[in-house]
C-alpha cells in the first residue's frame, strides 16, 4: 500500500497502519497520505485519489480508514 501511494500519488509522505490485531475484522488499515496532488481537492475528492490508487487492494481489506492532507498542513500537525 505504502509503495503504491508513494509512487502514484507523488507523496511527500504515507503512513500505513496494520489494525488488523485490534479489529474483529480479518483486515483493517489506517492511512496517512500528504500530497501535493490534493491541493484544491475536497475531502472527497482526496480520497476518491486514494481508492483509485488502491482500487485492487481495497478489494481484499475489510476496514480503511483515510486521512489525506496537502503540505502545509502536515507540516502543522506535526
Not at 44 to 51: E, T
Not at 71 to 77: L, S
Amino acid at each position: 500500500l505504502m509503495e503504491k501511494l508513494q509512487r502514484d500519488l507523488t507523496a511527500e509522505h504515507v503512513a500505513v497502519e496494520d489494525n488488523t490485531t485490534r479489529s474483529r475484522c480479518a483486515c483493517s488499515f489506517r492511512v496517512l497520505a500528504v500530497s501535493a496532488k490534493f491541493e484544491r481537492k475536497s475531502l472527497l475528492q482526496r480520497h476518491r485519489l486514494v481508492n483509485a490508487c488502491l482500487a485492487e487492494g481495497l478489494l481484499h481489506i475489510n476496514t480503511f480508514e483515510q486521512k489525506t492532507l496537502i503540505p502545509e498542513q502536515w507540516a502543522r500537525e506535526r
